[in-house]
């Protein structure tokens, strides 16, 4: 993998709680020592402050903050980092936002299943994920 595209809320921060979801802090270092890191978030009030509040915003290449995730925008993401799609992970919570997308921009995507979206299934063969992990330390097993 030569780029990840990694979803923000209940991905890495966890809006219930304040904090950063178990593991994430420990995946952007790894992640960030090898590769782009793109974090993409809805454009909500004041989720660019708690990126910083958190301390983790050095470990993104860019930190994107959008009306609407799509296929089209995790393209873009690709051709600004001059990557393929099948050289990209999209990480993220969502079946229908950052799976789906992700898998329609042709990059490999990775469910984090669990919060309040774990218990939501695929319902088309586009919303299924290349790997679904529980918890964010799995990952770095599959990227070996």
Do not use: C
């Not at 299934?121 to 990952?139: C, G």
């Amino acid at each position: 993998m030569k780029l990840t595209i990694i979803d923000f809320n209940r991905t890495v921060y966890d809006p219930d709680t304040g904090e950063l979801v178990p593991g994430a802090l420990a995946l952007l270092q790894s992640l960030s020592a090898r590769m782009p890191v793109v974090l993409v978030s809805r454009n909500e009030p004041g989720r660019g402050d708690i990126v910083s509040e958190l301390g983790i915003a050095s470990y993104f290449a860019e930190a994107i903050f959008t009306p609407a995730k799509s296929p089209e925008l995790f393209l873009e993401i690709m051709e600004r980092h001059r990557t393929h799609p099948q050289e990209t992970l999209v990480i993220g919570d969502y079946i229908t936002e950052e799976i789906m997308h992700g898998n329609k921009a042709g990059a490999r995507t990775i469910r984090l299943k669990r919060g309040k979206f774990k218990d939501h299934t695929p319902k088309r063969p586009e919303e299924e994920a290349w790997r679904t992990v529980d918890d964010l330390s799995e990952i770095e097993e599959l990227l070996k």
